[in-house]
């Protein structure tokens, strides 16, 4: 049986969300200063892994965007991708990235392919890490289940 640290429990939930908005935050700034995907997906990778050792891993993977690491993993790995091909399309060299600048009426929003590349990154990292960590996870709390040794 698997042991319950209440306050564990009732602070996961809270410290889930506010490190999951640390690592969207990394990530959007990775725009114009260091950061983005790769460190964005540590951090959300440990958002995960806080609430796998909180709730168990399979509640942790059921957290997870897709439900599914590997699913995610390669979601992220395809918009990488996908983020050079614009520049094809105009004759530039793969993974040249393109600016735009999109008029909203009361501000204007600067878009561009590197979020698409650092979002790709992103979901690569946190699905991979998350995978492997709640792969190891879970094995801890099979043997905690059938009262093998920790």
Not at 23 to 50: D, K
Request: aromatic letters at 8%.
């Amino acid at each position: 049986m698997r042991s319950r640290v209440i306050i564990l429990e009732a602070a996961a939930g809270p410290l889930y969300l506010l490190i999951l908005a640390a690592s969207v935050w990394v990530l959007l700034r990775g725009h114009n200063e260091p950061g983005g995907g790769f460190i964005g997906g540590l951090i959300a990778v440990s958002a995960s892994i806080l609430w796998a050792v909180a709730r168990g891993s399979d509640a942790a993977r059921q957290r997870l965007p897709l439900r599914d690491p590997l699913i995610l993993g390669a979601t992220g790995v395809l918009l990488a991708a996908l983020s050079g091909v614009p520049a094809l399309l105009l004759g530039d060299a793969y993974l040249t990235h393109l600016w735009a600048t999109l008029p909203l009426g009361f501000t204007d929003l600067k878009v561009s392919t590197v979020l698409l590349f650092d979002l790709g990154v992103y979901l690569c990292v946190w699905g991979a890490l998350a995978g492997y960590a709640l792969a190891l996870l879970a094995v801890d709390d099979e043997a905690a289940a059938s009262g093998g040794e920790r």
